[in-house]
């Protein structure tokens, strides 16, 4: 059974940094394409990054293009998400997402089937 797991959201100040575990079951991470997404209060879910795990190439949203990296552990089968330089506009309930053939490119969320449960992340003083 493919699952999707988040961990590592929490309370950080504005300029502190985080990083997001995604936990995978049930399929071979690097076959995979992952995105992270998140939803703010009173917002639509939006993309944050997307990577194709079998060759690496990533898409970063322009709003966190700079301060966010994505990477992986395929032993592990864990996706990370670096978030640094933190503002109160990141604040939001962070996804990831799986599937065998979204376009990464695009990071759109209906191209992904399996979700997590998401993790809340609030930056805040």
């Known amino acids: 059974q493919v699952q999707l797991v988040e961990s590592g959201g929490g309370l950080v100040q504005p300029g502190g940094s985080l990083r997001l575990s995604c936990t995978t079951s049930?399929?071979?991470?690097?076959?995979?394409?992952i995105g992270w997404f998140r939803q703010a209060p009173g917002k639509e879910r939006e993309a944050v990054s997307c990577?194709?795990?079998?060759?690496?190439?990533?898409y970063y949203a322009d709003s966190v293009k700079g301060r966010f990296t994505i990477s992986g552990d395929f032993a592990k089968n864990t996706q990370y998400l670096q978030m640094n330089t933190l503002k109160p506009d990141d604040t939001a309930v962070y996804y990831c997402?799986?599937?065998?053939?979204?376009?990464?490119?695009?990071?759109?969320?209906?191209?992904?089937?399996?979700w997590g449960q998401g993790t809340q992340v609030t930056v805040s003083s």
């Open positions: 997402a799986a599937d065998f053939h979204a376009d990464f490119r695009n990071c759109e969320q209906y191209e992904y089937s399996v």
């Open positions: 990577i194709n795990n079998n060759d690496g190439r990533i």
């Open positions: 049930g399929f071979h991470l690097d076959d995979y394409i």
